[in-house]
């Protein structure tokens, strides 16, 4: 009899493969989940939410009281990092994050008044779910990758095809410097402080990796990303997520050093296998749709995930977050599939 790890999810980011596949998804906490829509309505949007460690830990708990995942993810954003960088942040409802004054010159950035001790909540909720989470399950913790961060530093808001930020880089490259230089710095000491506050391993969302050119991408994806990587890994390990890299996946984990790679649902897993180097843990990819969609599409959806990684250490997961309409039934019918307990 062989005895279940302990740890399952941490077990595999460390190069393990488990005989079940550990699951946890992506955006688990959210807008699907009524729990999490009753305690937004009291307590008065996301930020607010978010900054307020006991709103955030019982976010964090919510899916895996209701689901048993093996990650619980940490409740925060990316875009808390530019507020340590000293830029304002708030959230228009329906329509998303603002972020002023936007990057655009290089006085803007020297004008920002840091202050990392507006992080200092989001430790607070790291230590609550320490404090009672069960013994079995892992504690991820999370920031956003330079790039896709800047992306957001730049525009002021969510942008078509990352427009405002290419053209920044290539028109002044010191200044797209200098700011992936103070992003990645700020990101080090957030990271590293987030694993001394509890969280066990740690995902870098670089959600808009996939719009940059192949040199932009070895600057602006790969090189920050690896002194992240190389700063934060004696502590946790790091999951790289590099949405649409597409064939530069490969570049991005021999280069970077990242300790397990997430793939996006565009990505075909057994390609994947094939030119991964060899025991990369992997996770991933389950199309969101798919999920909504269910039935016998989201079964063969995963069993031919399932199917793609023999041999490797793999992370069951989404290929990008959850999506508000999907119904908890599909999230059960998921993990009863792949945990192969569905009747
Ligand atoms: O995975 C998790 O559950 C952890 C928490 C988490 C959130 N955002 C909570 C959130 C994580 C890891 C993120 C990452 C994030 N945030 C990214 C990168 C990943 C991705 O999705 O591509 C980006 C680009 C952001 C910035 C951001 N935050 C946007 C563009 C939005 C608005 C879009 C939307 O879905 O409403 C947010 C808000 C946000 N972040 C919500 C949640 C649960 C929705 C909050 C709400 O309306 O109640």
């Known amino acids: 009899m062989t005895l279940r790890a302990s740890k399952p999810l941490l077990a595999t980011l460390q190069g393990t493969r488990q005989p079940v596949p550990p699951v946890w998804l992506m955006r688990q906490a959210g807008r699907y989940l009524p729990e999490y829509r009753a305690l937004r309505a009291e307590k008065g949007g996301f930020l607010a939410l978010a ?159 996939g719009s940059l050119s192949p040199a932009q991408f070895e600057r602006w994806v790969i090189a920050p990303n690896a002194r992240i990587a190389a700063a934060v890994r004696d502590l946790v390990p790091v999951i790289g997520f590099p949405k649409g890299a597409g064939g530069k996946l490969a570049a991005y984990a021999r280069e970077t050093g990242v300790d397990a790679i997430g793939l996006d649902e565009t990505v075909d897993p057994a390609w994947a296998n094939t030119v991964l180097p060899e025991g990369l843990p992997v996770q991933g990819n389950l199309d969101p749709l798919a999920l909504i969609t269910g039935g016998a599409v989201l079964d063969s959806a995963i069993d031919r995930i399932l199917a793609a990684f023999p041999e490797r250490p793999h992370v069951f997961n989404l290929g990008h977050g959850i999506l508000p309409d999907t119904p908890i039934a599909h999230v059960e019918q998921l993990l009863a599939r792949v945990r192969g307990t569905a009747s």
């Open 51 to 209: 900054m307020d460690s006991e709103s955030a830990a019982e976010i964090t708990l919510q899916p895996i009281r209701r689901f048993g995942m093996d990650g619980a993810i940490l409740f925060s954003d990316i875009l808390v990092v530019p507020m340590a960088l000293g830029q304002k942040l708030w959230f228009e409802t329906g329509e998303g994050p603002r972020l002023a004054p936007t990057v655009t010159a290089r006085d803007v950035l020297d004008g920002f008044d840091a202050d990392s001790s507006v992080l200092e909540p989001i430790y607070g909720t790291i230590r609550r779910v320490k404090a009672s989470l069960d013994p079995q399950t892992t504690f991820l913790g999370f920031a956003g990758s330079p790039w896709t961060v800047a992306t957001y530093m730049i525009a002021g808001q969510g942008s078509r095809e990352q427009a405002e930020a290419r053209r920044l880089a290539y028109r002044d490259e010191g200044l797209m410097q200098a700011l992936v230089d103070r992003i990645a710095d700020q990101t080090i000491s957030y990271l590293r402080a987030q694993a001394e506050a509890g969280v066990e391993a740690v995902q870098l969302f670089d959600s808009w990796a």
